[in-house]
């Protein structure tokens, strides 16, 4: 069983930042491609951040150029830096583990007002 706790939400002013971490535990032996979603309400869950065990990353391109996803492998954490924060960055943010089956953190909220 693998757990995974994202810790760092909150409220930001437009333009602000916040660091999310993900940290994994359970039976792991090493952390696997780890991913960002978030869900707004109203709206579908969107994936927002991938990286990769080698440290390969992809981003949705609304946030291209002020997110970045970055790993600790020896601490097994994964982190969502966020810069230039908007409105529409508000939701609930959930960290996964690609694996089969798919693990999910509990969520954590940002709210960016305007």
């Known amino acids: 069983q693998v757990q995974l706790v994202e810790s760092g939400g909150g409220l930001v002013q437009t333009g602000g930042s916040l660091r999310l971490s993900c940290a994994a535990s359970g039976s792991i032996g090493s952390i696997n491609t780890m991913a960002w979603y978030r869900e707004a309400p109203g709206k579908q869950r969107e994936l927002v951040a991938v990286?990769?065990?080698?440290?390969?990353?992809n981003y949705a391109d609304s946030v291209k150029g002020r997110f970045t996803i970055s790993r600790d492998n020896a601490k097994k954490t994964v982190y969502l830096q966020m810069n230039s924060l908007k409105p529409e960055d508000t939701a609930a943010y959930y960290c996964?583990?690609?694996?089969?089956?798919?693990?999910w953190g509990q969520g954590t909220q940002v709210t960016v007002s305007s």
């Open positions: 996964s583990m690609l694996t089969l089956p798919v693990y």
């Open positions: 990286i990769t065990s080698s440290g390969r990353t």
